[in-house]
């Protein structure tokens, strides 16, 4: 049975379903009636319900902007492999084109900003009152774990977006990452420096480990294997080899690869034995038009899936072996019988099929959503024993994850940046759409390129940006400069 997620009212204090259209509110705040909320480990689920809520609505009352989801699908098309079709349909073009987050007054930078400290105010709100909850010990361990959990993976988004990258040949980072807000509180408070915004991540997530274990009622929530996955992550940006290729081999225990079938399904299901986390989509709390599958999939029935469907790169497509059944997510022939798309869609070359929604045309946008799965921590684990010169263990990782997409596969006998780039190749194909592209190349240090393929001039308009240029960095949004007196912008 799927779980009806509750949200906390910040301002009134108040418990409601989630089908009654009230969400949190953006900013930390002590006006939330703690003592209600949290008087109950009961009453303390159903507020941490909350939050994970907030992650999935829209923002700014933005269609095209439904929270974390959204990121997912920015992240992607800020890249050269999530490529938007035509300009027929506006939505993330200004994304695309590398103008929303560089503008402290658009949607598309601001969004992310109160989002992600939205989930901040309100697990703070959890992690300071959790500890007088009348009920087990073990449900509170498992509030306040998944509560510091939520903080570190929003903080780990913020700072990515907002400060410059993580360099672990210059610790330690001083360049201005983004606020650290710990406790409940309506005060601005100064941007921290990059390492020690990564401090308090791993901080939270070493907490976390501690209180929380593998048992979990629904894999919308997270448990120890999610926090070992974010562990991995944030060590894999760090370039702390040794702690990614650690953490990333923990979080895949007990999750099975896709069979070559199950591949093919849609990622639209989270009852999939691959994935670790994801977003449990419920009926009656379906975003319509405002849902990660209205514009990534390639057969719901919107304007923007009909008139600007999304493609592959086709230089990154045409490295795919056909053996390999991830050559199927795209069509490269348009008039292909498995070219699927609603109807009256125009059928494009390279076009995706990887998200894919039952019928056709799918009337309902009630795909599940992938936040992590379990490819991703092979890929993690083989990038970093790869770097970390362990030739034989990365090979041998990458070959029982690729052999399970190409049965035909062998295993690498590449050394070096050889074998590191055909492990970023792969990354890049597994990872499409899932949300990596833009804070991969910027954690690698590398340039945006999105000449020699088939991106369309009159949508991305801008094709290369050199690494390390000040456009990796989110502008902080203007609202947050005008109430915030401390904190200071990037670079224009």
């Given at each position: 049975?799927?779980?009806r ?8 204090g108040?418990?409601?379903?989630a ?7 953006t900013?930390?705040?002590?006006s939330v ?7 109950t ?15 999935v ?17 920015i992240l992607?098309?800020?890249g050269?492999?999530v ?11 200004t ?21 992600y400290?939205?989930?901040i ?6 992690i300071?009152?959790i500890?007088n ?12 774990g998944?509560a ?8 780990f988004?913020?700072v990515?977006?907002?400060g410059k990258?993580?360099?672990a040949?210059?610790?330690p ?6 606020p ?13 420096t ?12 070493a ?5 929380l274990?593998?048992t979990?009622t629904f894999?919308?929530h997270?448990?120890?294997?999610v926090i ?7 060590a ?9 290729a650690?953490?990333a ?7 099975t690869?896709?069979?070559?079938a199950?591949?093919?399904?849609g ?7 691959e994935?670790?986390?994801?977003f ?5 709390q ?6 990660f599958?209205?514009?990534?999939s ?14 592959i790169n086709?230089?990154?497509?045409e490295?795919?072996?056909?053996t390999d ?10 008039t292909?019988a498995n070219?699927v ?12 099929q ?14 599940d959503?992938?936040?992590?799965r ?13 770097r970390?010169?362990n ?18 596969y ?5 050394t070096g940046t ?9 990354r ?9 592209r ?6 690698m ?7 020699g ?13 050199k690494a ?7 502008l902080?949004?203007?609202r ?6 401390a ?6």
């Open positions: 049975m799927k779980k997620y509750l949200t906390l009212l910040m301002a009134l108040l418990l409601t379903t089908c009654e259209q009230e969400y949190l509110e900013s930390p705040t002590g009636d703690a003592g209600a909320a949290y008087a480990t009961k009453n303390a689920t159903a507020a941490i319900n909350g939050i994970y809520r907030a992650m609505v829209r923002y700014l009352d933005s269609q095209g902007h439904f929270g974390h989801p959204a990121m997912m699908i992607d098309v800020l050269e492999d490529l938007i079709s035509n300009t027929s349909n506006t939505w993330h073009l994304e695309t084109r590398w103008q929303a987050h560089r503008s402290e007054t658009s949607v598309g930078d601001e969004m992310p900003y109160r989002m400290y939205r989930i105010g309100n697990a703070n709100i959890a300071a009152n500890g909850a009348a009920g087990t010990q073990a449900e509170r361990n498992q509030i306040k998944e510091l959990g939520l903080r570190a993976f929003s903080y988004n913020l990515q977006l907002y990258r993580y360099d040949a210059a610790k980072n001083s360049q201005l990452g983004v650290l807000v710990l406790a409940p509180t309506t005060e601005g408070l100064p941007r921290a990059v390492e020690e915004v990564y401090a308090q991540i791993n901080k939270d997530l907490e976390a480990a501690t209180l274990t593998s979990r894999k919308s997270i448990n120890l294997e070992k996955g974010f562990q991995a992550r944030v894999l940006t760090q370039q702390n080899w040794a702690d990614a650690k953490y081999a923990e979080a895949r225990k007990g999750f690869l896709m069979s070559v199950q591949y093919q399904d990622f639209s299901d989270i009852s999939n034995p994935w670790i986390w994801g449990d989509h419920l009926e009656d379906s975003e319509f038009f405002g849902a599958h209205s514009y990534i390639s057969n719901f029935n919107s304007t923007n899936i009909r008139v600007s469907p999304k493609v086709s230089a990154l497509y490295q795919i072996p056909t059944v991830r050559s199927k997510m795209w069509v490269k022939t348009p292909a070219s798309v609603p109807t009256g869609g125009v059928r494009v070359p390279y076009i995706t990887k998200f894919r929604l039952p019928g056709t045309p799918s009337t309902s946008t009630m795909g959503i992938p936040y992590m379990a490819a991703e921590m092979y890929l993690i684990e083989a990038e970093a024993q790869a970390l010169g030739t034989a263990a990365a090979a041998s990782t990458l070959f029982d994850l690729v052999s399970k997409r190409d049965p035909s062998k295993l690498s006998t590449k050889g074998l590191i780039d055909e492990i970023l190749f792969n890049r194909v597994e990872l499409w759409g899932e949300g990596f833009f804070t991969d190349l910027k954690r240090d590398l340039p945006l390129n999105r000449n393929a088939n991106a369309n001039s009159a949508v991305v308009v801008l094709f290369d940006v390390g240029d000040n456009q990796w960095e989110f902080i949004p203007r947050e400069l005008n109430a915030n007196k904190i200071k912008q990037n670079p224009l």
